[in-house]
């Protein structure tokens, strides 16, 4: 049966990546807004697939640190790290493999829609951390 401790880090983690998921989807909605007006719909097909692309790499990587940490193994540091690597190989892999088909309209909006949704990531984790509340720290919580 999991600790107390261990839901509230796992409600944590949640909170965070949700907001950091919400951030990137709501960039990604704006890019293809900004694509649409200026290039047409090939450029937002090719923006949001680098967007997409970057959204699964994070999905992943917030999936393996949950099941890294739930195990709470000494090597779970190791893992998260490996993963890192891996995805950020296939990460390049794939946009290496799309930049040189026909599938996408526009390498450059493919770029921006990847630089946009990691941005959107970090500020949605950054922004979770700093509105989240720890209950440890929570004087509210520990007053009543």
Known sequence: MPTAANVTMRRWLVRV???????TVGGSLLLA?????????????????????VLVF????????AMALRRAEPMSGVVILGSFAVRLALLTIVATMLARSSLI????WFGVGVVIAAM?????????HATGR???????????
């Open 17 to 23: 990546e949700s907001t950091a998921t919400i951030a």
């Open 33 to 53: 807004v900004v694509a649409l007006l200026t290039g047409g719909w090939p450029v937002v097909g090719s923006a949001v697939m680098g967007a997409a692309d």
């Open 58 to 65: 994070f999905a992943l990587g917030a999936l393996i640190d």
């Open 105 to 108: 309209a526009s390498v450059e």
């Open 120 to 128: 959107a990531w970090v500020v949605g984790m950054i922004v979770g």
């Open 134 to 144: 720890w209950p440890i720290y929570d004087a509210a919580g520990v007053m009543a």
